[in-house]
């Protein structure tokens, strides 16, 4: 069972982000013999390699990453996490389900593929990372820098994220919100309680405000995206005194928002509403991810006729769930879309994926690269 072999040889090294633990050096060695040429794109302590077969057609790339999460209590463990385990039909170990089996599928997937196609045609590729649980800043953005700086497109990328919820074949990510935030500072005249002629409360200025940016309907959402969403995360003042006026209120929220709506569109709706509020107020914004989306077309349509013709069921088109480094790739790749395991045990104690998911998934992948081909 090669998938099996390599997820093993995979989870067996404790990559806890951002070390990659050696699993690039592992993946490049089993790539180069499959004919790919390797590049190592390394920055600021993170290992990324960017692994590519052929310079013309069509580009199509699997991405990932080889970081894990901390495995938490080893003692709650019923197997060491970096000691792959077979128990009762089930794949246990760190990174089992998220995210180093899904690499072994898709590699065995590229073997299958190249075997018996060679697709001189066309041109696959992988990107992939240790810094994706982690900051996020040095690797797999790093890799898509250098490849904007050359020109260097990616026709389709399948980032094999876990996905699925039920079954293995459920549920594939074709797009995902963006995420914006915001720290509020909202200023007034610190004084004693006993004496409200000779203050101005904070806490009672933007209150109303407050009320009208969580009572906002921001947009509908669209097909595929739910309305935006506005949602306070912390809100803090005083001095721990309780006969004292603050002098000031900070606030601190977050917009997760679909396509129907832009950054600078956020932006400027909720500084129009603090001027009318009439608050005198100092903000600042972090941009966290951009949305994107992959509308049904022809990676979408090759991975559900790959799903269904494995698994025999439907799939479901979602873009729900938090940011991936798909909102990096999706920069330089017009259709991209995340398929994976199941995701039911990720970032838990005993992580596992199915055995039998396991060549599944390969052949998932294998069918729709095929179906991504040039003729």
């Not at 200023?187 to 405000?209: E, R, T």
Request: net charge negative; hydrophobic share 45%.
């Amino acid at each position: 069972m090669p998938v099996l072999e390599k997820a093993r040889a995979l989870i067996a090294r404790p990559s806890v982000t951002p070390d990659d633990a050696g699993c690039l050096d592992l993946i490049a060695s089993w790539l180069i013999r499959l004919g790919f040429r390797i590049e190592r794109i390394d920055a600021g302590g993170v290992s990324n390699l960017w692994a590519r077969r052929g310079t013309t057609g069509k580009l199509i790339c699997f991405a990932g990453h080889t970081d894990v999460v901390p495995t938490g209590p080893l003692e709650q463990w019923t197997s060491p996490p970096f000691e792959p385990t077979v128990r009762d039909g089930w794949l246990y170990g760190r990174g089992a389900a998220d995210m180093k089996s899904a690499i072994a599928a898709a590699i065995v997937a590229m073997e299958r593929l190249i075997a018996r196609r060679g697709v001189s045609a066309n041109s696959l590729a992988l990107l992939l990372t240790s810094d994706e649980e982690g900051d996020a800043i040095d690797g797999t953005v790093r890799v898509v820098e250098a490849l904007k700086a050359r020109n260097e497109i990616i026709d389709f990328c399948i980032v094999g994220e876990p996905t699925c919820v039920d079954r293995l074949g459920d549920t594939m990510k074709n797009g995902r919100r963006g995420s914006l935030s915001a720290r509020l500072r909202v200023k007034g005249v610190q004084g004693h309680v006993a004496y409200p002629h000779l203050v101005k409360n904070p806490v009672h200025l933007a209150a109303p405000a407050l009320a009208e940016l969580a009572a906002t309907t921001w947009d509908a959402g669209n097909e595929y995206f739910p309305p935006t969403s506005f949602q306070i995360s912390n809100a803090h003042a005083g001095t721990g005194a309780g006969n004292v006026v603050p002098g000031s209120f900070e606030i601190m929220f977050n917009f997760r928002f679909a396509t129907a709506s832009t950054v600078e569109s956020l932006q400027s709706r909720v500084h129009a509403l603090l001027d009318r509020h009439g608050l005198e107020y100092e903000i600042a914004w972090t941009l966290g991810a951009k949305p994107f989306l992959t509308p049904r077309g022809e990676l979408c349509d090759a991975l559900s006729a790959a799903a269904a013709a494995v698994t025999g069921g439907s799939i479901e088109l979602s873009t729900t769930g938090g940011t991936s480094d798909g909102r990096f790739i999706a920069d330089i790749c017009p259709q991209l879309v995340e398929f994976g395991p199941t995701n039911a045990s990720i970032h838990k104690v005993d992580e596992r994926i199915a055995v039998a998911d396991l060549d599944a998934l390969a052949r998932i992948y294998e069918l729709a690269f095929e179906g991504l081909l040039s003729p």
